[in-house]
């Protein structure tokens, strides 16, 4: 993306962790699902990068449809350890990237990322959700993924982009445009941190990665790993990492002197059980769903594209004709009148086709889902007739034009028609298809 930019891995970072943040070998626990727990993670040391990059791996779950409060990423002059905004410090100097959970203001907008730099001034606006002070934002929803939630955030000659994956599939490099902010001017050094803070409502987040890499200009001398860091550093950083593990694992001596009960069960964590079981194939079919969901979504791109085509040139050969025949004006032959027909009649074969391509697919998932599954299948097919049924709506809408067209020694005396279709014009025709298909996507996808 910055063609001959250096990328390179920042080694031997320091964090400090707050009260409320539990490490673990695979994990930090940034806040339990408790109500009114706060907890964040600081880098011990500033970052003396000009330019940037980090790459974040969380999870946030709980059991409720809503959480709270969310999640936040920093880059700041100074460490906010403990604070009001997403368990970190208000009046910071630098930037927030904040995935705000709930949804104070009532409209609706959350879960949702936003991006919102201070000068050291700024108070935050939780009642609006940061909107009145937001420099970007998207909405997108990263609770109870399947697959951990990855976000990239770039900050290169003033310019901060964030890119998201939404954590339904497994591929790593799924990202997604987010946010951008330019002209976006940052301290020269700052702390890294993550922090997270729940309220009446919790979740758990949980933090998996956190990656920083230094992007150098092209032309510019690149550093060299491992430069900036002296022996005596990293000798003492060892030391305090198997401080850490010595305390770790006497805490978990002690807590199974105190839980005998509890003794061997992690060897459980080996096998699958029945509940992980129908999770993982739960999992895997909504994965199944979504790329077929892409496949369909394609198609149906491909025959509203070719339905626009052929209307445009009927359209222009009957201007023609009547160009060219003053006194049979609007006379269409019976080959043409037989040529909509058969391409109308295809365009509801195609659709027949994703309609039972969809069939398949949710039967895959049949067993993975609940009993109530089975009206997820009824509606998908109730969709699909009602789009076929509007499609023999346009065919008897062209039958009539043909008819009105006619010679009037040819056609049947009727009351005039007004000069645009009553019942449904093609452009009609394919708002609603649209509409109905960002509709069912969206049901298939909240399912």
Same mark, same amino acid.
């Given at each position: 993306?910055?063609?001959?930019?250096?990328?390179?891995?920042?080694?031997?970072?320091?964090?400090?962790?707050?009260?409320?943040?539990?490490?673990?070998?695979?994990?930090?626990?940034?806040?339990?699902?408790?109500?009114?727990?706060?907890?964040?993670?600081?880098?011990?040391?500033?970052?003396?990068?000009? *330019?940037?990059?980090?790459?974040?791996?969380?999870?946030?779950?709980?059991?409720?449809?809503?959480?709270?409060?969310?999640?936040?990423?920093?880059?700041?002059?100074?460490?906010?350890?403990?604070?009001?905004?997403?368990?970190?410090?208000?009046?910071?100097?630098?930037?927030?990237?904040?995935?705000?959970?709930?949804?104070?203001?009532?409209?609706?907008?959350?879960?949702?990322?936003?991006?919102?730099?201070?000068?050291?001034?700024?108070?935050?606006? =939780?009642?609006?959700?940061?909107?009145?002070?937001?420099?970007?934002?998207?909405?997108?929803?990263?609770?109870?993924?399947?697959?951990?939630?990855?976000?990239?955030?770039?900050?290169?000659?003033?310019?901060?982009?964030?890119?998201?994956?939404?954590?339904?599939?497994?591929?790593?490099?799924?990202?997604?445009?987010?946010?951008?902010?330019?002209?976006?001017?940052?301290?020269?050094?700052?702390?890294?941190?993550?922090?997270?803070?729940?309220?009446?409502?919790?979740?758990?987040?949980?933090?998996?990665?956190?990656?920083?890499?230094?992007?150098?200009?092209?032309?510019?001398?690149?550093?060299?790993?491992?430069?900036?860091?002296?022996?005596k550093d990293k000798e003492k950083y060892q030391e305090e990492f198997e401080h850490f593990q010595q305390e770790l694992d006497k805490k978990k001596?002690?807590?199974?002197?105190? =839980?005998?009960?509890?003794?061997?069960?992690?060897?459980?964590?080996?096998?699958?059980?029945?509940?992980?079981?129908?999770?993982?194939?739960?999992?895997?079919?909504?994965?199944?769903? =979504?790329?077929?969901i892409k496949q369909l979504n394609r198609q149906l791109d491909m025959i509203l594209d070719e339905q626009r085509r052929y209307v445009s040139a009927?359209?222009?050969?009957?201007?023609?004709?009547?160009?060219?025949?003053?006194?049979?004006?609007?006379?269409?032959?019976?080959?043409?009148?037989?040529?909509?027909?058969?391409?109308?009649?295809?365009?509801?074969?195609?659709?027949?086709?994703?309609?039972?391509?969809?069939?398949?697919?949710?039967?895959?998932?049949?067993?993975?889902?609940?009993?109530?599954?089975?009206?997820?299948? *009824?509606?998908?097919?109730?969709?699909?007739?009602?789009?076929?049924?509007?499609?023999?709506?346009?065919?008897?809408?062209?039958? =009539?034009?043909?008819?009105?067209?006619?010679?009037?020694?040819?056609?049947?005396?009727?009351?005039?028609?007004?000069?645009?279709?009553?019942?449904?014009?093609?452009?009609?025709?394919?708002?609603?298809?649209?509409?109905?298909?960002?509709?069912?996507?969206? *049901?298939?996808?909240?399912?």
């Amino acid at each position: 993306a910055f063609g001959c930019t250096h990328k390179g891995v920042q080694s031997a970072v320091r964090f400090y962790l707050s009260i409320d943040a539990i490490p673990s070998a695979d994990q930090i626990r940034i806040t339990t699902s408790l109500k009114s727990q706060r907890g964040s993670v600081w880098t011990k040391t500033k970052s003396i990068f000009e *330019y940037w990059e980090v790459e974040v791996t969380f999870r946030v779950t709980g059991r409720g449809r809503i959480g709270a409060d969310g999640l936040a990423i920093w880059f700041t002059e100074e460490q906010g350890l403990e604070g009001p905004v997403f368990g970190a410090a208000d009046k910071w100097n630098g930037v927030g990237i904040f995935f705000d959970s709930f949804d104070n203001d009532g409209k609706k907008n959350n879960p949702g990322v936003i991006v919102v730099g201070n000068n050291g001034k700024l108070l935050y606006d =939780h009642q609006n959700d940061g909107s009145t002070q937001a420099l970007a934002s998207c909405q997108r929803d990263f609770r109870n993924k399947p697959y951990p939630v990855r976000v990239k955030i770039t900050y290169y000659q003033k310019t901060l982009t964030v890119l998201i994956n939404n954590g339904f599939t497994p591929d790593k490099e799924d990202y997604e445009f987010c946010a951008k902010v330019e002209d976006m001017v940052l301290p020269s050094q700052g702390y890294f941190g993550i922090s997270a803070a729940t309220g009446g409502l919790a979740d758990d987040h949980d933090v998996l990665s956190f990656l920083t890499f230094q992007l150098t200009e092209p032309g510019k001398e690149v550093p060299i790993p491992d430069a900036e860091i002296p022996q005596k550093d990293k000798e003492k950083y060892q030391e305090e990492f198997e401080h850490f593990q010595q305390e770790l694992d006497k805490k978990k001596e002690e807590f199974q002197k105190d =839980h005998p009960d509890v003794q061997g069960q992690p060897a459980d964590d080996l096998f699958e059980t029945v509940s992980d079981r129908e999770l993982r194939q739960i999992f895997e079919g909504q994965n199944r769903i =979504h790329l077929e969901i892409k496949q369909l979504n394609r198609q149906l791109d491909m025959i509203l594209d070719e339905q626009r085509r052929y209307v445009s040139a009927v359209t222009d050969e009957i201007a023609k004709r009547g160009a060219g025949f003053p006194g049979q004006q609007g006379q269409v032959s019976q080959q043409e009148i037989e040529t909509v027909v058969k391409t109308q009649e295809e365009v509801i074969r195609q659709v027949n086709e994703i309609r039972n391509s969809m069939a398949d697919t949710l039967r895959l998932i049949s067993g993975a889902q609940h009993p109530g599954s089975a009206a997820g299948v *009824y509606e998908t097919t109730q969709h699909f007739n009602d789009i076929k049924e509007h499609l023999h709506v346009v065919k008897r809408d062209i039958e =009539h034009l043909v008819q009105r067209n006619m010679p009037s020694s040819e056609k049947s005396k009727c009351p005039d028609l007004p000069p645009f279709p009553s019942c449904l014009s093609t452009v009609h025709f394919f708002i609603f298809v649209a509409v109905q298909t960002v509709l069912f996507i969206g *049901y298939i996808m909240y399912r």
